[in-house]
């Protein structure tokens, strides 16, 4: 039986295997109720957000959190064949309802699966399904029937003639007749009215009947103009493009050396690639430190305002560079994050996009010390173990050791008594170095030992050069290499000493 951390406290549970992990990927989220709020509105309503804070307090989680609350995608996005100017191909969108309606419209084109015994006893017979012999039916690659041993193919040539006038069979005077027919075309009455009909042999002992439906819809298919699905209905609903190139973010023709040749190369359509602004279409964009992209911001601005951005081929050196694709959709709901001494560098246009369709956020980086909040520090242990996947639960115990040391870095880089870090990655850092020695050890829980030793030794590498050199200067001093120092100290050799013999 799981604990539930939000109703329970940490002296409840003797380890992290008794916490209960919220199916909610919002419930996951520590130490953040009053943000959650406008994050679930977020979600709901389909408004931007701007998170704001230091790295490792959970807005990657939150950004994550709401593709999950958003409503199932209902559009996909396909680029079409224009034949009079292949360098402008079509946008088609598609909605869930079409494209289901289309789908079954291509099963009905895939013909109607039915036994042997379903077609007319002639249709079966060509087909080699049953003895004209005895009528009983058996495998259709048996040329003598195991019932009464007759040869089920003798008596077709001489009825062949026959059964095309009967059957009005087109493709009865073609191939042998010592093997069965792979398909026999013939017509019916349906509902007063003749129309073709195609018997198929299919895997086993089936038998695929086309009717005029299908053919006709099979017709259709062939004859569909040429289309590339860029976005396709079954797709992520969370897109993090952090980092992107213009590229990645926007999209792109692909080069073809052949110039798009008819022939020879690979037409524009085939060549168009979706940017991260069209992945996004219905869900969420996700880009972190998002000053790192600052000259792209524009872009971004404009794909938010009109919900549409044209797919371009970007090099110009490129044989894409004559291809675009005009007003591809890219409805998204948009998700910034940066630290605050970045906030200057975003566009200003872009926040007041931001302020004017979704909220602006500055996240937490403590919380109370209460019993309720040191559950949720439990429950946050559970949840990255549980991420890891590679190390064991911890005890109790352990779980209070790290406890202990949210309250330390609170009050160390927050100035915050009575408080708990929420600077969350760090700690997390420190579980899985107490799991991996717990592994190591063959532990079956991470225990007191593990994670002090993950305390002592999980330090930044700037606190280890602290602690070696006493500052960094002394550090880059000694750290000089060796033939760094000797030239370092030849600089203030007299030249009367240098050795010229060489010359």
Same mark, same amino acid.
């Given at each position: 039986? !799981?604990?539930?951390?939000?109703?329970?406290?940490?002296?409840?549970?003797?380890?992290?295997?008794?916490?209960?992990?919220?199916?909610?990927?919002?419930?996951?989220?520590?130490?953040?109720?009053?943000?959650?709020?406008?994050?679930?509105?977020?979600?709901?309503?389909?408004?931007?957000?701007?998170?704001?804070?230091?790295?490792?307090?959970?807005?990657?989680?939150?950004?994550?959190?709401?593709?999950?609350?958003?409503?199932?995608?209902?559009?996909?996005?396909?680029?079409?064949?224009?034949?009079?100017?292949?360098?402008?191909?079509?946008?088609?969108?598609?909605?869930?309802?079409?494209?289901? /309606?289309?789908?079954?419209?291509?099963?009905?084109?895939?013909?109607?699966?039915?036994?042997?015994?379903?077609?007319?006893?002639?249709?079966?017979?060509?087909?080699?399904?049953?003895?004209?012999?005895?009528?009983?039916?058996?495998?259709? !690659?048996?040329?003598?029937?195991? *019932?009464?041993?007759?040869?089920? +193919?003798?008596?077709?040539? #001489?009825?062949?003639?026959?059964?095309?006038?009967?059957?009005?069979?087109?493709?009865?005077?073609?191939?042998?007749? *010592?093997?069965?027919?792979?398909?026999?075309?013939?017509?019916?009455? *349906?509902? /007063?009215?003749?129309?073709?009909?195609?018997?198929?042999?299919?895997?086993?002992?089936?038998?695929?009947?086309?009717?005029?439906?299908? @053919?006709?819809?099979?017709?259709?298919?062939?004859?569909?103009?040429?289309?590339?699905?860029?976005?396709?209905?079954?797709?992520?609903?969370?897109?993090?493009?952090?980092?992107?190139?213009?590229?990645?973010?926007?999209?792109?023709?692909?080069?073809?050396? +052949?110039?798009?040749?008819?022939?020879?190369?690979?037409?524009?359509?085939?060549?168009?690639?979706?940017?991260?602004?069209?992945?996004?279409?219905?869900?969420?964009?996700?880009?972190?430190?998002?000053?790192?992209? #600052?000259?792209?911001?524009? !872009?971004?601005?404009?794909?938010?305002?009109?919900?549409?951005?044209?797919?371009?081929?970007?090099?110009?050196?490129?044989?894409?560079?004559?291809?675009?694709?005009?007003?591809?959709?890219?409805?998204?709901?948009?998700?910034?994050?940066?630290?605050?001494?970045?906030?200057? !560098?975003?566009?200003?246009?872009?926040?007041?996009?931001?302020?004017?369709?979704? +909220?602006?956020? @500055?996240?937490?980086?403590?919380?109370?010390?209460?019993?309720?909040?040191?559950?949720?520090?439990?429950?946050?242990?559970?949840?990255?173990?549980?991420?890891?996947?590679?190390?064991?639960?911890?005890?109790?115990?352990?779980?209070?050791?790290?406890?202990?040391?949210?309250?330390?870095?609170?009050?160390?880089?927050?100035?915050?008594?009575?408080? @708990?870090?929420?600077? @969350?990655?760090?700690?997390?850092?420190?579980?899985?170095?107490?799991?991996?020695?717990?592994?190591?050890?063959?532990?079956?829980?991470?225990?007191?030992?593990?994670?002090?030793?993950?305390?002592?030794?999980?330090?930044?590498?700037?606190?280890?050069?602290?602690?070696? +050199?006493?500052?960094?200067?002394?550090?880059?001093?000694?750290?000089?290499?060796?033939?760094?120092?000797?030239?370092?100290?030849?600089?203030?050799?007299?030249?009367?000493?240098?050795?010229?013999?060489?010359?």
């Amino acid at each position: 039986m !799981y604990i539930n951390m939000k109703n329970e406290f940490l002296g409840d549970i003797e380890s992290t295997a008794d916490i209960l992990i919220p199916k909610d990927p919002l419930e996951r989220v520590i130490g953040h109720d009053d943000i959650l709020r406008f994050v679930r509105i977020a979600a709901k309503q389909r408004r931007n957000l701007l998170l704001v804070g230091p790295p490792g307090i959970g807005k990657s989680l939150i950004a994550k959190a709401i593709s999950v609350h958003l409503t199932e995608v209902q559009e996909e996005i396909t680029v079409v064949h224009n034949p009079e100017r292949p360098e402008r191909p079509f946008v088609e969108v598609k909605t869930r309802k079409e494209i289901e /309606g289309e789908l079954k419209e291509l099963q009905r084109a895939e013909g109607d699966l039915v036994t042997p015994q379903e077609v007319p006893e002639l249709v079966a017979e060509r087909l080699g399904f049953r003895c004209p012999n005895c009528e009983s039916y058996t495998n259709a !690659y048996q040329s003598i029937c195991p *019932n009464c041993g007759a040869d089920k +193919y003798s008596h077709l040539n #001489a009825r062949r003639k026959h059964l095309g006038d009967l059957l009005g069979m087109f493709e009865m005077n073609s191939g042998p007749v *010592n093997i069965p027919q792979d398909r026999v075309t013939t017509t019916r009455m *349906n509902h /007063g009215r003749e129309e073709v009909v195609i018997y198929e042999r299919a895997d086993g002992d089936r038998v695929k009947i086309l009717d005029q439906h299908a @053919l006709e819809k099979r017709r259709e298919m062939v004859e569909e103009k040429p289309k590339n699905i860029i976005v396709p209905l079954k797709r992520k609903s969370f897109i993090q493009a952090t980092g992107a190139s213009e590229t990645e973010l926007l999209g792109d023709v692909r080069h073809d050396p +052949y110039g798009g040749h008819p022939d020879l190369g690979t037409q524009p359509y085939e060549r168009v690639v979706p940017g991260a602004v069209h992945e996004a279409h219905e869900g969420v964009l996700f880009i972190d430190e998002i000053v790192h992209i #600052a000259p792209l911001q524009r !872009y971004i601005l404009s794909a938010m305002q009109d919900k549409v951005f044209p797919i371009v081929g970007r090099n110009p050196q490129s044989a894409g560079s004559s291809v675009k694709v005009e007003d591809v959709p890219c409805d998204f709901i948009f998700i910034g994050a940066c630290n605050i001494r970045d906030l200057q !560098y975003i566009l200003p246009p872009l926040r007041s996009r931001i302020q004017g369709e979704g +909220y602006e956020i @500055l996240m937490r980086t403590f919380m109370p010390d209460t019993e309720e909040n040191q559950a949720k520090l439990a429950q946050f242990v559970a949840q990255e173990i549980e991420m890891d996947g590679k190390i064991p639960h911890a005890t109790r115990n352990a779980v209070e050791i790290i406890v202990e040391e949210a309250r330390k870095r609170a009050r160390i880089i927050d100035d915050q008594k009575d408080a @708990l870090t929420l600077r @969350l990655r760090d700690l997390g850092g420190l579980v899985r170095m107490a799991g991996d020695l717990a592994v190591m050890e063959s532990s079956e829980l991470i225990k007191d030992r593990h994670i002090n030793f993950a305390v002592k030794n999980a330090i930044s590498i700037e606190d280890q050069i602290l602690e070696r +050199y006493q500052s960094f200067e002394q550090a880059m001093e000694k750290d000089m290499s060796s033939s760094q120092k000797m030239h370092s100290s030849r600089k203030g050799t007299p030249n009367d000493h240098v050795d010229r013999s060489y010359l």
